[in-house]
């Protein structure tokens, strides 16, 4: 069975810092992994993907990820945190069908 | 969001009620999901659908009922025999051509 592991329930980091958000990954064959945030009573939004390709991916708002087939990992990582990156982003891969299968997800906390 | 409405924002229901969520979109995409959201427990996959006419139970199934008669259209109902309904309830959509799912802004469900 397809699934992701978010190990951290929260991260807190100051404005300017490096963020780091944590996924692992079990997966049969080739992983597609995901990630969305979050923001108090809203949909997700869609943030990047891997399927294939370069180990680094970049997405929207300056985020990017790192997929390491060794570790099994695919964490998202922002150089630079805004006040404004707090909210909670969930890792995601697809199984069969389409299904997702989601972590529990993470709340990231950047303060001023 | 974009071209994923979910109505309404806010639901209430009494105990032994029916009550439906409504997911639409204009995306043309095929596929439809529904998911639970619960804190600290990440989405739970409950119905999805890849086309028109036909659907297929998710994760947690039980005590909910939809229907896909449309292409844009794929209702939630939750039954009297959900328990626990209490949660927000988010609908994704993706295209068949793609990996990504899209989210709409979610309907929170509310006891009375």
């Known amino acids: 069975a397809q699934s992701v592991a978010q190990p951290e329930d929260q991260v807190n980091v100051a404005e300017g810092n490096p963020l780091t958000v944590k996924c692992t990954y079990s997966v049969s064959g080739n992983p597609y992994l995901f990630w969305y945030v979050q923001y108090p009573n809203r949909g997700l939004q869609f943030l990047l993907k891997y399927i294939?390709?370069?180990?680094?991916v970049k997405g929207s708002y300056g985020f990017e990820a790192e997929f390491n087939k060794s570790q099994t990992s695919f964490h998202l990582k922002k150089p630079s945190a805004l006040v404004s990156d707090s909210a909670l982003y969930f890792c995601a891969t697809r199984g069969g069908w389409g299904k997702f299968q989601f972590g529990a997800g993470t709340q990231v906390v950047v303060t001023p | 969001?974009?071209?994923i409405t979910q109505?309404?924002?806010y639901l209430f229901r009494k105990e032994g009620q029916n009550v439906t969520l409504s997911c639409e979109q204009n995306l043309n995409h095929d596929a439809m999901y529904w998911y639970r959201q619960?804190?600290?427990?990440g989405l739970r996959l409950i119905y999805y659908s890849q086309i028109v006419n036909d659907f297929q139970k998710g994760d947690i199934a039980e005590g909910y009922s939809v229907s896909r008669e449309k292409k844009e259209s794929f209702p939630l109902t939750v039954t009297s025999a959900q328990k626990n309904p209490t949660a927000f309830y988010l609908c994704a959509t993706k295209d068949r051509n793609e990996e990504t799912q899209y989210f709409g802004p979610g309907t929170r469900l509310l006891v009375l």
């Open chain 1, 52 to 56: 294939t390709g370069d180990n680094l």
């Open chain 2, 1 to 3: 969001d974009g071209g």
């Open chain 2, 38 to 41: 619960d804190p600290g427990q």
């Open chain 2, 7 to 9: 109505s309404p924002k």
